[in-house]
């Protein structure tokens, strides 16, 4: 069975940084397209940055010159380093695999930034 952890959020003053982590317990990891997703209450869910097995990123607009998203294959694992944060930046992140058509969710994790 396929588990996606997450880990990295926090409570954060507006202008702080995060980094974000998922542990995937599946196997070829390296051919999965990885992606971060958030939620805010009241909000639909919406990708923030996704890396493909070939190492190509797209950012939301949001998202670009702020945050950089990685991934160590070896480890089976996604990152998100989230820099000047904002109180609009607050939501559930969850992390995603896509391959074809398999698509897995974590259980996310919660980003609060204060002003």
């Known amino acids: 069975q396929v588990a996606l952890v997450e880990s990295g959020g926090d409570l954060v003053q507006a202008g702080g940084s995060l980094r974000l982590s998922c542990v995937a317990s599946?196997?070829?990891?390296?051919?999965?397209?990885v992606a971060w997703h958030r939620q805010a209450p009241g909000k639909q869910r919406e990708l923030v940055a996704a890396?493909?097995?070939?190492?190509?990123?797209d950012y939301a607009s949001s998202a670009k010159g702020r945050f950089t998203i990685s991934r160590d294959n070896d480890k089976n694992t996604l990152y998100l380093q989230m820099n000047s944060l904002k109180p609009e930046d607050t939501a559930v992140y969850y992390c995603n695999l896509q391959r074809v058509s398999t698509n897995y969710w974590g259980q996310g994790t919660q980003v609060t930034v204060s002003s």
């Open positions: 890396i493909t097995s070939l190492g190509r990123t």
């Open positions: 599946v196997n070829f990891f390296k051919t999965y397209r």
